[in-house]
Nanobody
């Protein structure tokens, strides 16, 4: 099994930046891809960004050019650098890890963009 622990959320003003971290432990050798999702109040969970073991990345249109996902394999950690944050980016952000049979979720970290 894989366990995920997120950190880095908080309150930031519009236009500001935050970096989220997600540390993976357990059966990390089974992970094929990792990603970040978010869920705003009253909305469905949506993909923000994802990266595969091979290094390819995928972004939601709403965050392209502002967010960057990266992966430190030595630390078993994936990051989400968020720049030029907007109020509509406010949500609980969840880290995910995909193995051949299961998607594991982190506990979530709240990001609030407000002045």
């Amino acid at each position: 099994q894989v366990q995920l622990v997120e950190s880095g959320g908080g309150l930031v003003q519009p236009g500001g930046s935050l970096r989220l971290s997600c540390a993976a432990s357990g059966s990390i050798f089974t992970i094929n891809a990792m990603g970040w999702y978010r869920q705003a109040p009253g909305k469905e969970r949506e993909l923000v960004a994802a990266t595969t073991r091979g290094g390819s990345t995928n972004y939601a249109d709403s965050v392209k050019g502002r967010f960057t996902i990266s992966r430190d394999n030595a630390k078993n950690t994936v990051y989400l650098q968020m720049n030029s944050l907007k109020p509509e980016d406010t949500a609980v952000y969840y880290c995910s890890a995909d193995t051949p049979y299961l998607r594991t979720w982190g506990q979530g970290t709240l990001v609030t963009v407000s002045s």
